[in-house]
């Protein structure tokens, strides 16, 4: 599944170094950028939106993710900690690879034991893979400066 185009995490161990500790952090980030997005929104609903919050800030949420990962190869977090999302070729992310990462991101996220499989993969993997990454083939790499 790995091809040659993406760094060898044993003879290139720093495009790895703290991947998850930063991908919390960007994830944290993220977080607090969709809540505040969601909030900016609601006005807007009339208010109406509190009826259905969990919902607008998933659809806030999922919209983001994509296009910020399709524009830049990660989101405003992962910008910030220096690191982006890869293909399995090495490319960064257009939109379809994009949707897909963010679909399969939600789809592990309601799933309690995909979430902690994803989790445990992230810690334990060499790459530092989600398991929507190990799917997909995508990496999480620092960036290069």
């Known amino acids: 599944m790995h091809t040659a185009a993406l760094p060898d ?3 290139q161990p720093e495009f790895y170094a703290d ?3 930063k ?3 960007a994830w944290l980030i993220d977080v607090g950028m969709i809540l505040g997005m969601t909030l900016l929104i609601l006005p807007f ?3 109406i ?3 259905f919050l969990p919902f607008l800030y998933a659809s806030i949420g999922f919209v983001y993710r994509v296009l910020t990962i399709a524009g830049s190869s990660g989101t405003l977090g992962m910008r910030v900690m220096s690191v982006e999302l890869r293909t399995a070729s090495g490319n960064r992310m257009d939109i379809g690879s994009a949707f897909l990462h963010t679909l399969g991101y939600y789809l592990s996220f309601g799933m309690a034991l995909a979430q902690l499989a994803s989790v445990v993969l992230m810690l334990t993997s060499e790459r530092g893979q989600s398991l929507t990454d190990m799917v997909l083939g995508t990496v999480m ?3 290069r400066i």
């Open 9 to 11: 995490p044993q003879y």
């Open 19 to 21: 991947i998850s500790p």
């Open 23 to 25: 991908r919390l952090m």
């Open 45 to 47: 609903t009339a208010f």
């Open 49 to 51: 939106g509190l009826f």
């Open 141 to 143: 790499l620092n960036r």
